[in-house]
């Protein structure tokens, strides 16, 4: 834990040094991302509510507890599209419709992609970052389900237990994205209000990153599917879609055969010159 959190500091630290100091000096006066609400945060007095090291406490927070459940969902369903190229296909195919191939998907773009939330809800469902969810505890005595828990009880949700309850869900082991495409429209955000699955937790003591893991997991997914193909890599022939001895990740780290899709001046709006 350390050492992964002396490499995000190597990489933050220096950045918000500098936009703290761009705002004292006035330079930057406009609020464009969380740093900035972070920075001009005022208390009752209009005094700074957070110092340097609380803004950096806090990045760092949201580095490393936003970042490995959104990405270990989108390794496992490129996994999981590339031993079955239907539904690359199908996600492909909604890129192409909503976003085009002339520009970047885009947050504004979310709302229309179904199938590639679709996708990511079934990778949290079949495929979850932990086996249980944060322990809770009660704070007085309840009846859940017919269950009698007792005051002071410790409660941990089975994210497996729920997500591959075959009494809950047709084929549980198999990886069907169009499971979660009852109707037009739904919600990835909402999660699964009868809790038949668990993603970022639920209820009043849920995940208070869940909208931030949400929008990251659908960005991360879409621009890398319309941005390359994909195909698994000649040196391995097959994907392995194996979970580890130890926890729920990939047995091994994912190697695949990217090659680009789009004209090079589209990546031009994401890379620049470089």
């Not at 695949?256 to 090079?264: E, I, W």
């Amino acid at each position: 834990m350390n050492d992964a959190i002396n490499d995000v500091k190597k990489y933050q630290d220096e950045e918000i040094a500098e936009r703290v100091e761009m705002w004292q000096r006035g330079v930057r006066t406009m609020s464009d991302d969380i740093l900035d609400v972070l920075i001009c945060l005022r208390g009752s007095d209009n005094r700074p509510l957070l110092s340097i090291e609380e803004m950096k406490a806090q990045i760092t927070e949201i580095m490393l507890a936003a970042v490995d459940n959104p990405s270990n969902a989108v390794e496992w369903v490129i996994a999981e599209m590339i031993d079955k190229p239907s539904i690359l296909d199908r996600a492909r195919e909604e890129l192409d419709q909503v976003v085009g191939k002339n520009r970047l998907i885009q947050e504004s773009d979310f709302s229309k992609l179904n199938y590639i939330k679709a996708c990511i809800k079934e990778a949290f469902r079949l495929h979850p970052i932990a086996p249980f969810n944060v322990p809770h505890e009660s704070t007085q005595d309840t009846i859940v389900g017919n269950y009698f828990i007792p005051k002071g009880s410790h409660v941990l949700l089975s994210r497996t237990g729920l997500g591959r309850n075959p009494r809950v869900w047709e084929d549980p082991l198999e990886f069907k994205p169009e499971r979660h495409i009852p109707s037009k429209d739904f919600d990835l955000q909402l999660g699964d209000p009868e809790l038949r699955m668990v993603s970022f937790t639920t209820g009043r003591r849920g995940c208070i990153g869940l909208m931030l893991g949400t929008a990251m997991a659908i960005q991360l997914l879409g621009s890398l599917i319309q941005g390359f193909h994909w195909r698994a890599s000649p040196k391995e022939g097959k994907v392995e879609l194996v979970e580890s001895e130890t926890d729920l990740l990939m047995h091994k780290p994912l190697i695949a055969h990217a090659t680009p899709r789009l004209q090079p001046h589209v990546y031009l709006q994401l890379f620049g010159n470089n």
